[in-house]
């Protein structure tokens, strides 16, 4: 790889590691309905294990209620079985037209133990961008071995990813800060 390639391929890596902890946050339930609490959940379609949203319609009628609608009317026991087994504690009610799910006003100590998660998923994407700065330094370590690069160049680049770590690190912490906030919010 090329020193070019090495700080590119870093830097997306470093990335990619926030958005994934992002998009974990958006799992998380809060005080609100959010259709992507559902992305964990699986239902067992004729043997094959299917996430809601691609076997229903998901909406947000009220601000703490989703509106499950299948696709297929025959899976309404199977999404509510899936739904009972999954870490959520809620119970679905079946309408007739779809499935609602009304979202309790969270407690104080459940609110705690979901910031709790939040900032364990934050402190795995810094260790994921910490890897990624540990492998990019040493690839720059080994162009420099293999005369690639020059020993100052290989401070330099070092101080650069250094940078991006910083950044990334930064970025997920307030995102963390951010998630906090949002689920202490009575």
């Given amino acids: 790889m090329t020193v070019d390639q090495i700080m590119q ?7 990619h590691a926030v958005e994934v902890m992002v998009h974990d946050f958006g799992t998380y339930r809060t005080g609100r309905a959010s259709p992507s609490v559902l992305e964990r959940v699986h239902v067992d379609y004729y ?3 299917t996430p809601i949203n691609q076997m229903a319609t998901v909406s947000v009628p009220e601000p703490r209620q989703l509106l499950i609608v299948p696709y297929d009317k025959s899976m309404f026991q199977a ?14 009610v079946n309408d007739g ?8 006003q969270m407690n104080e100590e459940r609110r705690k133990e979901l910031v709790k998660l939040v900032n364990q998923r934050a402190e795995q994407a810094c260790i994921a961008i910490r890897n990624v700065r540990r492998d990019a330094i040493e690839h720059l370590k080994t162009a420099q071995k293999n005369k690639e690069i020059t020993e100052d160049e290989l401070k330099s680049l070092e101080a650069k990813v250094q940078k991006h770590t910083d950044k990334f690190i930064a970025d997920a912490h307030d995102l963390q800060k951010k998630k906090d906030a949002e689920l202490m919010e009575v």
Avoid: C, Q, V, Y
């Fill in 97 to 104: 037209s779809g499935i609602r799910l009304t979202f309790p």
């Fill in 79 to 92: 999404i509510e079985r899936a739904i009972l087994k999954s870490d959520l504690g809620i119970n679905p």
């Fill in 47 to 49: 043997g094959t294990e």
């Fill in 9 to 15: 391929d870093a830097e997306h890596r470093m990335k």
